[in-house]
């Protein structure tokens, strides 16, 4: 590859926010028809390079040069019309427009000046979806697809836009193997046609497959950038952390010997989701659920929390049987939930890390009449949360939003466990955080299940199943389909089970 070719090129790019600097002299550039990993822990200043080439947010300093030229990326419109799209980690999509609309918002086909072209927008939409193998309704609301599927419209968006450099943030973070390998083919396709792209992923593996250039952030400075066949993964976790991390899987998950049954479902049944599923949940067990999007473990687990209703089927808890109606009626059992959408759901970004945690026993932390908060006691319960999970903070007052990705996380979890939660749902728990914050969430996990916690985890990177789980459980088109423990699991089985190809018959 041309050494000189190319497209795109900041330099010495400088981002101020109020008491941290995000980007301090950062040089960064992409060539044509290059795939450029961008990695770093989270904090490193990798969101806030993208957002400055996304046109939404403006440099404090350095400069910006386009095919040579300088410009200034002075708005998101402004970054589109130079062909640029940018696929974030937090959706930028409408809840209450349909699949179509958002994909060609502000570009929808008219009839005349006036008026859409309904039956071409949905038409469109539904070419692109059909080049990305991906099986939703273009009509559908943005409101009724789960995470991995809003993901999967975010890529169809951007190239529906013909852009020349699409810059991809944890793209394949919610999307099964089958989707993974489906967007890896379309990213050579584009890399074939000259289009450029930025692939930002906490997964090493999917970077050096990818890509032709690694550049390595850390605090907010560039630390190197390396051709991608001339290092490796150990090198480039070094840079990227400042050390090796040799114990991803952290701490050690003591086999489960309880037989306690804490949760027992039984013909369990989700209109158009779930089909006649029975399963055991034992004290201080992680079980693992695997399937591919449209396999119904979104729905299944948000109903045993009492965010979707059950049209049939029976759950008992300690060997009593409840109906969860509502997330008040789950915590008050003991059921602890964490969203896989942490920015759209878990958090309370306008408010404190304090608060964050608090905000769940608020009631229990009140007293005349409920309007004024016993300090002391908020205060106990939030060290002692902090303490456990070694949330890293500045001070308590701290805006959520300012935290990295890993803390985030943990005071997402430590939310729950202020409650005393007997049963800990985490969907996706390790999502769109960097390899040494993963391993602290492991350790965190294998922790709490040792203490007698039990959890149920879902988890996009397979291995992650395999690793931490006692068993596993497989859904596939709603139905139960394979049930794998620790001693006969591995990646090709969840794969096969995953997918239709292994069931209860021969696994």
């Known amino acids: 590859m041309n050494e000189k070719n190319v497209f795109i090129e900041l330099k010495n790019i400088r981002k101020i926010f109020p008491g941290v600097v995000a980007l301090e002299n950062v040089d960064f550039d992409v ?19 993208i957002k400055i080439l996304g046109g939404a947010y403006q440099p404090d300093g350095g400069e910006i040069f386009i095919e040579g030229e300088k410009i200034s990326i002075s708005s998101t419109s ?61 009509r559908k609301f943005i409101s009724d697809l789960s995470v991995a599927e809003k993901q999967m419209v975010e890529i169809a968006k951007s190239l529906s836009m013909d852009a020349r450099l699409i810059i991809m943030d944890e793209p394949t973070a919610t999307l099964t193997e089958k989707e993974v390998v489906k967007l890896f083919s379309i990213i050579e396709e584009l890399r074939k046609k000259g289009v450029s792209i930025v692939y930002i992923s906490h997964r090493l593996d999917e970077a050096f497959r990818l890509s032709d250039r690694i550049t390595v952030l850390r605090d907010g400075k560039r630390i190197e950038t390396k051709k991608t066949s001339e290092t490796n993964q150990d090198e480039i976790i070094s840079l990227m952390v400042g050390k090796i991390v040799n114990d991803y899987f952290a701490g050690k998950k003591e086999k489960t010997t309880d037989r306690d049954i804490v949760i027992e479902v039984k013909n369990y049944n989700i ?10 949940l034992y004290k201080g067990e992680i079980l693992g659920f695997a399937g591919v999007l449209g396999s119904g473990i979104h729905h299944l687990l948000r109903s045993l929390y009492g965010a979707a209703q059950k049209t049939e089927g029976e759950v008992f808890f300690e060997g009593k049987p409840v109906d969860i109606k509502n997330a008040s009626e789950a915590i008050k059992l003991g059921i602890g939930y964490v969203t896989e959408d942490r920015k759209g ?24 009449k409920g309007i004024f908060i016993r300090q002391k006691k908020e205060l106990d319960v939030f060290n002692k949360i902090a303490k456990e999970l070694d949330i890293k903070y500045a001070n308590i007052n701290q805006r959520i939003i300012y935290l990295s990705g890993g803390n985030q996380q943990k005071v997402v979890m430590g939310r729950t466990l202020v409650s005393n939660c007997k049963v800990l749902i ?63 699991m591995n990646e090709e089985k969840l794969v096969a089970a995953e997918i239709g190809k292994l069931s209860y018959a021969n696994n």
């Not at 019309?81 to 940018?86: F, G, P, Q």
């Not at 209109?271 to 055991?280: E, L, P, Q, R, T």
């Open 271 to 280: 209109a158009d989701y779930i089909h006649n599923v029975n399963f055991k």
């Open 426 to 488: 985490l969907l996706e728990p390790t999502r769109g955080i960097d390899v040494g914050a993963k391993a602290e969430i492991h350790k965190i996990m294998v922790e709490l299940a040792n203490r007698g916690i039990s959890i149920i985890m879902t988890s996009s990177e397979l291995l992650e199943l395999v690793n931490l789980t006692d068993r596993c459980l497989v859904l596939y088109k709603g139905k139960l389909v394979a049930e794998f423990n620790r001693e006969n």
């Open 345 to 368: 759901e878990g958090l309370l970004n306008d408010m404190s890390v304090l608060q964050n945690i608090s905000i769940i026993i608020i009631k229990f932390l009140t007293f005349f």
């Open 78 to 138: 402004m970054a589109q019309h130079l062909k640029m799209a940018v696929i974030y980690q937090e959706f930028n999509l409408i809840p209450d427009l349909s699949v179509a609309e958002n994909i060609f918002i502000g570009r929808e086909p008219k009839i005349g000046k006036s008026f859409i072209n309904w039956n071409k927008l949905n038409n469109d939409a539904a070419e692109i979806l059909k080049k990305l193998d991906i099986d939703i309704n273009p």
């Open 31 to 49: 060539r044509y028809g290059e795939v450029h990993a961008l990695v770093g822990e989270n904090g490193a200043g990798k969101s806030t390079l």
